[in-house]
C-alpha cells in the first residue's frame, strides 16, 4: 500500500510558440509526467511495499520520480527471480499498453519511490495525439530492450562472476574514468543472486574476491572501481 498519496489536480502545463501567423501549443511531456490530473495520480510507497503484484488486473502504467523499484517474476513451482531494477526516467507496467489484461510481473520498491500511476486510457490517448510523449516512451522501450537483451546474453554465454560483475558495473553507472563509483540503490546479495542467476554464496565468494582484489569496498554502501571492467573482458 502507498505510503502517501496526494489527490490534487494540476493540469500540464503548456508553453506556446510566437513568430508564425498561429501560435501553436507545445505539449508539456515533463508535465504530464511529473503531475497529477485527469486519469494521473501520485503515490509514494516505503521500501519493500509493491506497486502492483504479478497477476494483478493491468490498467496503469507507472512512471518512477524518485527512488528504485525492483521487476520480479514467480513461476508456476513458486521460485521468484528479480529481472530487473529501475529508477528514476523509467516507465513500468508498460505491457497494460500492449493488451495485456494482467501485469507480467511485480514490481516492488526496493527504497522509497515516488511515482506516478498513469491509466492506461489516460496514457494511450496522450500518445497518440502528442508526438513529443510518444518519442519519450519509444526511446525508453528501445532502451529496456537492448537491456533484456543483453541480459539474456550475458546469461547465455558468461560465467556467474563475470554476471555479478557486469551487474556491479550496470548498478554503480561505471564508465571508463578510473574511479569508484557509488550504488545508489541498496541491493542484498540475495536479490543480487536472484539476477544473476546463481545462489547466495557464490556471491558472497566473489563479493569477497572482489573485495580483496581492491575491485570493490564496502563501508556502509558499497562502491565499485571501475577496473571491475577487465573482469568482464578478460577471457
Do not use: W
Not at 507480467?104 to 520498491?109: D, K, Q, V
Not at 522501450?141 to 550475458?154: K, P, Y
Amino acid at each position: 500500500m502507498p505510503a502517501k498519496q496526494n489527490r490534487k489536480a494540476t493540469a500540464p502545463k503548456a508553453r506556446r510558440r510566437t513568430g508564425g501567423k498561429k501560435a501553436s501549443a507545445v505539449f508539456d511531456t515533463e508535465g504530464f509526467l511529473t503531475t497529477v490530473g485527469s486519469g494521473r495520480s501520485i503515490a509514494t510507497y516505503k521500501a519493500k511495499s509493491y506497486v502492483f503484484r504479478q497477476g494483478a488486473e493491468c490498467d496503469a502504467v507507472f512512471y518512477i520520480l524518485t527512488g528504485h523499484v525492483d521487476l520480479s517474476v514467480v513461476s508456476k513451482q513458486g521460485k521468484e527471480r528479480v529481472v530487473g531494477q529501475l529508477g528514476p526516467r523509467a516507465f513500468i507496467g508498460e505491457s497494460c499498453l500492449a493488451g495485456h489484461r494482467r501485469y507480467l510481473a511485480s514490481a516492488r520498491a526496493s527504497t522509497e519511490a515516488t511515482v506516478i500511476r498513469i491509466e492506461t486510457t489516460t496514457l494511450a490517448t496522450a500518445l497518440s495525439e502528442h508526438p513529443e510523449l510518444a518519442q519519450r516512451f519509444m526511446a525508453f522501450l528501445l532502451l529496456r530492450n537492448s537491456q533484456v537483451e543483453a541480459d539474456l546474453i550475458d546469461q547465455l554465454f558468461n560465467s556467474s562472476e563475470k554476471r555479478l560483475a557486469r551487474l556491479l558495473i550496470m548498478l554503480a553507472q561505471v564508465g571508463n574514468q578510473a574511479e569508484f563509483r557509488t550504488v545508489s540503490a541498496p541491493i542484498s546479495q540475495e536479490i543480487m543472486a536472484a539476477r544473476v542467476g546463481t545462489t547466495r554464496s557464490r556471491i558472497n565468494y566473489f563479493m569477497n574476491k572482489f573485495r580483496k582484489l581492491g575491485l570493490i569496498e564496502y563501508n556502509g554502501e558499497l562502491k565499485v572501481h571501475s577496473s571491475l571492467l577487465n573482469v568482464i573482458i578478460r577471457e
